[in-house]
């Protein structure tokens, strides 16, 4: 029997976001749609206007944003994409470095525009990896850009409130009076006694005396305009978060202006709860799926719990923990997952297809480990769907199956007289071997550009 060990550890990372993914899953839209929600709920934003052309791009800047005769005010420019670090990333195939820019004069837009709408944005670590890497490289579209007029700072604060999944297990307030281009979990490392925070009561809501705490707590003094309007926007984008099924609203940085309003200038991580879009439709409409992972998007129309990773073993697994259980040994074994997918509890042939067909297409993925406890989950079911994915696509990796527990011996039945190969497991201990073996030797291959093939398998 495998014995648990240390070399356990270094799942964990993996393991934490694997069950944060399936626990809390999570929409993300874009930054405009996150601005025009914040001013349905009375929050200040920018003026601000989205544009899908340069020139369309060029018009707002010169008039919606600026007017005829009158002296040309700066405007930001800033990239529609799905991911963090922004200012940091960059349009390759351009040569634009930065996702954020400041036009200062005529032409200026359609320039900055022109390299970033219809280009893929990458970043050192992408919010979402996508699978077509032969198309796009890993990076992410950038279809929109939003513009909006630049607000100058006097004060430069971060706000955010949050599903903690810790010890508050419940809504999180979190400020920090310095905000800005430094990031929070930056703040949090190098200066935690920057970060203040307040756990919510959900049945409560957002208590005053909370809001005059976390304002003071901001670096703003009691009685002032700003810390008034502080005040009032703390109860409104609680409103928000709790009429809006929010998983996260994060707003930095949050601005003082010198005049004393108290506006959000960028507003790139809001985030709302999947569990909840029959309650959101209209939010739920602004989905865009060419921001995701093209594998999260077909798992998700057949119900299938799927992550992309970076390693090279497919695995197919029914339950969450059975899934980390053999992300665990993969990973004991010297292997590394190319995914978590869970095909659940009472997945039929179709589901199953559509999982190996996933996998199946995955460029990193060089086998294939398919462990079944069944139970309620029937393991001929799982084999009747392999093979109909086999047969409409053809193998192209090599399989390997452990399977236990109801119809075991149908399934094994099935498989056997399918006409493909497969490579059978006696335990997990046993599947998860062979999958790093054969795995090994198919990724050894093609490193010096050579066909291996195994009895069954074209590879």
């Given at each position: 029997m495998f014995a648990a060990s240390s070399s356990l550890a270094v799942t964990r990372s993996a393991r934490r976001v694997a069950s944060m993914a399936i626990v809390v899953r999570h929409l993300n839209v874009h930054e405009y749609i996150s601005m025009e929600i914040l001013k349905r709920h009375n929050i200040p934003t920018p003026k601000g206007y989205v544009a899908s052309t340069p020139e369309e791009a060029e018009s707002i800047y010169l008039n919606k944003l600026n007017r005829p005769?009158?002296?040309?005010?700066?405007?930001?420019?800033k990239a529609q994409v799905l991911c963090g670090g922004r200012a940091h990333g960059s349009f390759q195939k351009t040569g634009l470095q930065g996702g954020v820019h400041i036009v200062s004069k005529p032409g200026e837009a359609a320039a900055y525009a022109e390299k970033m709408l219809g280009q893929d944005f990458f970043v050192k670590r992408m919010a979402t990896t996508m699978a077509n890497d032969d198309d796009n490289g890993g990076g992410i579209p950038c279809n929109k850009v939003l513009l909006m007029e630049r607000i100058y700072m006097r004060r430069e604060m971060y706000l955010s409130i949050l599903m903690d999944k810790g010890s508050?297990?419940?809504?999180?307030?979190?400020?920090?009076?310095?905000?800005?281009?430094?990031?929070?979990?930056?703040?949090?490392?190098?200066?935690?006694?920057?970060?203040?925070?307040?756990?919510?009561?959900?049945?409560?809501?957002?208590?005053?005396?909370?809001?005059?705490?976390?304002?003071?707590?901001?670096?703003?003094?009691?009685?002032?305009?700003?810390?008034?309007?502080?005040?009032?926007?703390?109860?409104?984008?609680?409103?928000m978060f709790s009429e809006c099924d929010c998983t996260?609203?994060?707003?930095?940085?949050?601005?003082?202006?010198?005049?004393?309003?108290?506006?959000?200038?960028?507003?790139?991580?809001?985030?709302?709860?999947?569990?909840?879009?029959?309650?959101?439709?209209?939010?739920?409409?602004?989905?865009?799926t060419t921001q995701e992972d093209v594998r999260e998007v077909e798992a998700r129309?057949?119900?299938?719990?799927?992550?992309?990773?970076e390693g090279s073993i497919g695995c197919m697994v029914n339950g969450a923990g059975l899934a980390m259980s053999t992300m665990d040994i993969i990973k004991a074994k010297g292997g590394e997952p190319a995914n978590f997918l869970d095909v659940g509890g009472a997945t039929d042939v179709e589901q199953v297809e559509v999982a190996f067909q996933i996998l199946n297409s995955d460029p990193r993925c060089k086998a294939i480990l398919?462990?079944?406890f069944g139970g309620i989950m029937r393991c001929d079911v799982i084999a009747m769907g392999i093979i109909s994915a086999a047969q409409k696509i053809g193998i192209?990796?090599?399989?390997?199956?452990?399977?236990?527990?109801?119809?075991?011996?149908?399934?094994?039945?099935?498989?056997?007289?399918?006409?493909?190969?497969?490579?059978?497991?006696?335990?997990?201990?046993?599947?998860?071997?062979?999958?790093?073996?054969?795995?090994?030797?198919?990724?050894?291959?093609?490193?010096?550009?050579?066909?291996?093939?195994?009895?069954?398998?074209?590879?």
């Open positions: 005769n009158e002296p040309l005010k700066d405007v930001v420019i508050t297990q419940g809504p999180l307030l979190i400020v920090s009076p310095r905000g800005g281009t430094a990031s929070i979990e930056n703040v949090a490392t190098t200066s935690p006694e920057f970060i203040f925070t307040e756990p919510i009561d959900i049945k409560v809501g957002l208590r005053d005396v909370q809001c005059q705490r976390m304002a003071a707590n901001m670096g703003l003094e009691e009685g002032t305009e700003p810390y008034d309007n502080t005040i009032t926007l703390m109860k409104n984008v609680w409103t996260q609203i994060e707003l930095n940085p949050l601005a003082e202006t010198p005049e004393g309003d108290i506006v959000v200038c960028d507003a790139s991580k809001v985030n709302f709860d999947d569990n909840a879009a029959f309650r959101q439709p209209e939010i739920f409409a602004h989905r865009d129309r057949y119900n299938l719990n799927y992550i992309g990773l398919v462990n079944i192209r990796k090599p399989i390997v199956i452990r399977l236990q527990g109801t119809n075991v011996e149908k399934a094994r039945t099935l498989i056997e007289g399918c006409g493909f190969r497969m490579i059978m497991a006696d335990d997990l201990e046993d599947a998860a071997e062979k999958a790093v073996g054969v795995a090994d030797i198919v990724s050894q291959a093609d490193k010096i550009d050579v066909g291996v093939q195994f009895e069954g398998f074209g590879v």
